[in-house]
């Protein structure tokens, strides 16, 4: 009888602290949870938004010193790399475009001048040496560029031995000497000690 009612009224009271309990715990949880893994979430939703074409979303680094703050500050650490190292490529593109159009330009104005009739018969030679040159400069260009590709890939080593920068300066100015005849460009004598380069 009344025994039986109050254990029957002390499970139900029991029950209802568990199932309150259980709640208020879920809760709790749910709160730690989105807590701990808000920043978790700020990294993947940036992750999401990054692409090469746009490399400019970085993830605040407020809040406390933690494991999570250390992993923002290294992953947009990374991203500052990578936006360094595409900028570098494009500017390296741009650069090497710009080079290799002026022999090309001259190369084509050349044959052209050739092959139309333009350049009279006693000149011919004369520009195609002058063709002949800009195609050394161009391998030249192009080996230079594969070097370099090499060098960043850490498959080439640099050979570093005593250079005279005289000698490499004349050189240049008698490679474009045949376009510095009219115009009043000299070259007085350097005095520079060897370099290791």
Same mark, same amino acid.
């Given at each position: 009888?009344n025994?039986? =009612?109050?254990m029957? @009224?002390?499970? *139900?009271?029991?029950?209802i602290?568990?199932?309150?309990?259980?709640?208020?715990?879920?809760?709790?949880g749910? =709160?730690?949870?989105?807590?701990?893994? /808000?920043p978790?979430e700020?990294?993947?939703? *940036?992750?999401?938004?990054?692409?090469?074409?746009?490399?400019?979303? /970085?993830?605040?680094?407020?809040g406390?010193?933690?494991?999570?703050?250390?992993l +923002?500050?290294?992953?947009?650490?990374?991203?500052?790399?990578l936006?360094?190292?595409?900028?570098? %490529?494009?500017?390296?593109?741009?650069? *090497?475009?710009?080079?290799?159009? +002026?022999p090309?330009?001259?190369?084509?104005?050349? $044959?052209?001048?050739?092959?139309d009739? +333009?350049?009279p018969?006693?000149?011919r030679?004369? =520009?195609l040496s002058?063709?002949?040159?800009? $195609? %050394? /400069?161009?391998?030249?260009? $192009? +080996?230079?560029m594969? @070097?370099?590709?090499?060098?960043?890939?850490?498959?080439?080593?640099? @050979? =570093? /031995?005593?250079f005279i920068?005289n000698?490499?300066?004349?050189?240049?100015v008698?490679m474009?000497?045949?376009?510095?005849? @009219?115009?009043?460009v000299?070259m007085e004598?350097?005095?520079s000690?060897?370099?290791?380069?």
């Amino acid at each position: 009888g009344n025994n039986a =009612y109050m254990m029957r @009224n002390f499970l *139900a009271k029991m029950l209802i602290v568990d199932i309150f309990g259980i709640c208020c715990a879920f809760l709790i949880g749910k =709160y730690i949870s989105d807590r701990i893994l /808000r920043p978790v979430e700020a990294i993947r939703s *940036a992750a999401e938004r990054i692409s090469i074409e746009d490399l400019s979303q /970085r993830i605040s680094t407020e809040g406390p010193a933690d494991e999570m703050k250390e992993l +923002t500050i290294t992953f947009n650490s990374m991203i500052d790399r990578l936006d360094g190292a595409v900028q570098r %490529q494009s500017q390296f593109i741009s650069d *090497a475009s710009h080079e290799l159009r +002026t022999p090309m330009t001259i190369i084509s104005g050349f $044959v052209d001048g050739i092959l139309d009739g +333009t350049v009279p018969k006693n000149k011919r030679m004369e =520009y195609l040496s002058i063709v002949s040159q800009e $195609v %050394q /400069r161009l391998k030249m260009l $192009v +080996t230079s560029m594969l @070097n370099l590709t090499k060098f960043d890939a850490g498959t080439i080593q640099l @050979n =570093y /031995r005593p250079f005279i920068l005289n000698d490499t300066a004349f050189r240049i100015v008698l490679m474009f000497s045949n376009r510095l005849e @009219n115009r009043k460009v000299e070259m007085e004598g350097l005095d520079s000690p060897p370099v290791r380069a």
